[in-house]
């Protein structure tokens, strides 16, 4: 962890100047104390942030963020803070570790998947629902404007329907 530690303390400066916003996304709570007080730093020098989101994922998995916040959410069941009939697909949503990146910017439009490989291999499940996905047979080191500039096409092509049936 001391590689993130140590690029978070060096581009941060660079990163106000270019007016990102930080955010971080994951099971936070397993990473050492002092990156996560760096994270908590990070984010809130950024928050005034709004030329870029940049969303970083660390010890992050899909399933493990939707199992965490159903446990969450049972727990406060258990409590007698909410009934199980209060529970929403929103509610859920908010739950998430991604929670205050979807609230920034939205889930996502378009998730571009290098090296051929047509899965999502654990990533954004439940915010990727009604993503466009497109998949290209080039390896990440090898993605450069032509490549994104295709990714871009094939989207513009696409009806985006969220799960209505065409008209």
Known sequence: MDLLQNALRQQLPELQQSGVQL?????????????QEQMVACEAATAGNMQLVLNIAVSYSGQADITA???????????????????????????????????????????????GEQRLSNFMLWELAYTELCFLDVMWPDFGKQQFQLALHQYSQRQRRYGQRKA
Do not use: C, K, N
């Open 23 to 35: 955010h971080f996304m994951g099971e936070l709570h397993l990473l050492p104390q002092v990156l």
């Open 69 to 115: 916040a159903l446990q969450a959410l049972a727990r406060q069941v258990v409590a007698g803070q909410l009934t199980p009939q209060q529970i929403t697909s929103e509610l859920l949503a908010q739950s998430l570790s991604s929670a205050s990146v979807t609230a920034a910017v939205g889930p996502p439009d378009l998730l571009i998947r290098t090296s």
